[in-house]
């Protein structure tokens, strides 16, 4: 079977599966709809919360960072591990004893009002729709490429798949989906690298690879790749370009930004005990760590390949996925000084993503239409094709390239249906039942649950469709806004028996306006000042989410001090959620 | 016992501050002895040196050995890689997992030691 049809195939069968889970798995009340009914074994928990948090930009996109970024592409794979470190340690399981739906129930409850409640589903909408776009726009990105059809038609398919298990089954149809989807996900993302491992060095284990000697040379692959790219102008792979200041900052508000997810947060609701919840974090960074132990293999190893597939060869020799890839639009080459060979250096080649006029030029290349840079670098690719492109590049057989194509569809489906479930529930939940219309009956709750959850569907399927030209851009207010707005005040009710409401509330509002604020100026106000001499303290608005928190802190602690104490049933509260014993399964109310 | 978030309104907390009735009075004085007794004292203080070990290790392994030392840890070749390299793209990622095992074992025994324990 040829390529297409095999991804047909395996794309087919896995939507079957997922949708079989569905109809299987229907949810008949809130707390099913919500929490699963809170019976998930933490083995199971672990692989839907990996499978939840490793999205689009995981799968398809972080290796291929990686490889341009060398060094400074720590700043994701330490950055979305340590979050755990936190969460585990710092948020779930106190959060899992206190045993209600959603983040907003509990920063309410912990803040005694419904205007703590409705800032934290303020921060929870902000943080989750930023997210959910890119995730619509990668299933889209998948079909037009692997399967022939336009990305609005992928983009609805997507819709309808979600739509399936996420508004009938809810949480629960979502667990079980999202436990497939991992293992669906990481056998896709695992079989490649160890292919590519085994043909660069002859290990069999990328991470172990990644320090072997390149096959047939005396030498470490990574120190090949410090001189190649040395030799070519680059600064060496293993030796950053970011100021450890910028480095740190963004580490950090990747990390409590990570706990601070509201998505994540909720998938350790759905098991039984406290206990669970501890175990069940780790089971999910070991799954998680799979892949992203996998990830800077990949990365350097793709990075490599690229250079000796491309630098120096004549444009007529090239490879075919060089020139599918042309076709699609993620590579381009402008041939510069005429020669008909391909230079690869530092520098981008034109200014801008390539925009191609009519006709091929004289070796048959795609003419490129943007104004040439005065640098000697001919080739543009797009960051994002290193993974889908790498089975083609080692000349991998047809089924791993459909493998990767449903791998890539899996990783971005489970996503959105998390974040599309925090959505509608702290809508249903936190908005009509606790604020809007108090006293509507479990099954009127469940109903609105499921109309929120079809509209949260669509205007992200819209989103993915009519994407704004900024989702990019826009990734950093995800984890900015989550560490500099929620992920302090969840902490604070925790560990501070003092911290009260005006605190709270005036630190959530100070750190989400600070930080949105810094990225919005930088990123679309005056986008020509967003380098280091014009960053507060050097640190770019990626990582500005750390100063956002600190901020957040101190003005509830300042605040706090001037204002009336904490009511002693909240006290009682605390105290509650800090021992294990008692802990319930959600009731339903 | 502690009453549970969702039987409380936002609303009636201030007065109930200032005047307590007499059948909340008693859920509050049995939530005191209960969850907030000498022996959970000592358990929340005994899970809050482990949490400062712990986080103690998870910042010296990825900001420590990861960042700010990179650069003296790179000279130092570790089975094919520069040191710091490793630490930064795999090893961190390696302790991150041993730490939350590691937590969530040592919390099982000072629930069982303080008899807090959920099973």
Redesign the interface.
């Given at each position: 079977m040829d390529v297409k049809s095999l991804t047909y195939l395996f794309v087919g069968l896995s939507f079957a599966l997922y949708i079989g889970i569905a109809i299987w798995s229907r949810a008949a009340s809130t707390k099913e709809f919500y929490v699963a009914g809170g019976h998930v074994h933490p083995i199971a928990n672990g692989m839907a919360t990996a499978a939840d948090w490793m999205s689009a930009a995981s799968f398809i996109s972080m290796a291929g960072i990686?490889a341009f970024m060398g060094?400074d592409?720590?700043v994701y794979?330490?950055g979305w591990?340590?979050g755990?470190?936190?969460l585990?340690?710092?948020l779930a399981?106190y959060l899992r004893k206190?045993g209600?739906f959603t983040v907003p129930?509990f920063i309410?409850?912990r803040y005694?009002?419904?205007t703590a409640r409705v800032v934290a589903v303020i921060c929870l909408i902000v943080v989750s729709f930023t997210y959910v776009a890119g995730q619509m726009r990668g299933v889209g990105i998948v079909f037009s490429q692997f399967l022939d059809v336009e990305i609005t038609t992928g983009v609805i398919i997507g819709m309808a798949v979600v739509f399936m298990y996420a508004v009938l089954g809810g949480m629960k149809g979502i667990t079980y989906t999202q436990v497939a989807q991992y293992c669906v996900l990481i056998f896709a993302y695992l079989v490649p690298a160890i292919f590519i491992s085994m043909l660069i060095t002859g290990v069999p284990i990328p991470?172990l690879g990644?320090?072997?000697?390149a096959l047939g040379e005396s030498i470490?692959?990574?120190?090949k790749l410090d001189n190649t790219l040395i030799e070519l102008g680059f600064g060496p792979y293993?030796?950053g370009a970011k100021s450890?200041i910028d480095?740190?900052a963004i580490?950090?508000a990747l990390m409590i930004g990570t706990a601070g997810l509201p998505h994540v947060i909720v998938r350790f609701f759905t098991v039984p005990?406290?206990?669970d919840a501890?175990?069940s974090?780790?089971y999910a960074?070991?799954f998680i760590?799979l892949l992203?132990?996998t990830a800077?293999a990949v990365g350097a190893f793709a990075r490599l390949n690229f250079i000796d597939t491309v630098h120096d060869h004549a444009y007529s020799d090239t490879a075919p996925w060089f020139r599918s890839w042309e076709n699609i639009g993620l590579i381009g080459w402008l041939d510069k000084n005429d020669d008909g060979v391909i230079q690869y250096a530092p520098g981008a080649p034109f200014t801008g993503a390539p925009t191609f006029g009519d006709g091929r030029g004289p070796q048959g290349e795609r003419l490129v239409a943007n104004t040439p840079t005065d640098g000697a670098n001919e080739v543009y690719v797009d960051r994002d094709i290193m993974v889908l492109a790498n089975p083609e590049i080692a000349a991998l057989p047809p089924w791993v390239i459909a493998l990767v194509a449903a791998g890539g569809l899996a990783a971005a489906l489970s996503t959105a249906a998390g974040l599309l479930l925090v959505i509608s529930t702290s809508v249903s939940h936190d908005l009509i039942k606790k604020t809007l219309a108090r006293g509507i009956s479990d099954r009127q709750e469940l109903l609105y649950a499921r109309i929120a959850a079809a509209l949260a569907i669509a205007v992200a399927g819209y989103l993915g469709i009519n994407p704004p030209g900024f989702v990019a851009q826009v990734v950093a207010f995800a984890f900015g806004l989550a560490a500099a707005s929620l992920f302090p005040a969840i902490l604070m009710g925790i560990f501070s028996l003092k911290m009260n409401r005006e605190g709270a509330v005036s630190g959530m509002l100070a750190g989400l306006i600070f930080t949105f604020a810094y990225i919005v100026y930088f990123k679309f106000i005056s986008p020509e000042l967003n380098n280091a001499g014009h960053w507060w303290f050097g640190i770019s608005p990626e990582g500005i989410g750390a100063l956002g928190a600190v901020l957040n802190f101190a003005t509830a602690w300042l605040v706090s001090r001037f204002t009336r104490p904490v009511?002693?049933?909240?006290q009682?509260?605390v105290?509650?959620i800090?021992?294990?014993?008692?802990?319930e399964t959600p009731?339903t109310? | 016992m502690y009453i549970g978030p969702s039987s409380r309104g936002s609303g009636d907390i201030v007065t109930r501050e200032q005047g307590h009735s007499a059948g909340q009075e008693t859920a509050e004085q049995n939530t005191s002895e209960s969850a907030d007794s000498a022996s959970n004292q000592a358990y929340w203080r005994a899970n809050l040196k482990l949490g400062a070990v712990l986080l103690i290790i998870w910042f010296v392994v990825s900001f420590g050995f990861g960042i700010l030392l990179v650069e003296p840890l790179n000279k130092i070749p570790f089975f094919g890689f520069k040191l710091g390299f490793w630490w930064a793209q795999q090893g961190a990622i390696y302790v991150f997992i041993v730490l939350i095992f590691v937590y969530a074992w040592a919390m099982k025994r000072l629930d069982r030691k303080y008899d807090v324990h959920d099973d």
């Open positions: 990686i060094y592409g720590t794979l330490m591990t340590g755990y470190v936190v585990a340690l710092l399981p206190f209600e129930d309410g409850s005694y009002g419904n991470q990644l320090g072997a000697n470490p692959v990574l120190e293993t030796e450890t480095v740190f580490t950090m005990k406290v206990s501890r175990k974090a780790g960074l070991l760590a992203y132990t800077p009511p002693a049933d909240v009682a509260l105290h509650h800090r021992v294990p014993r008692g802990v009731h109310h | -």
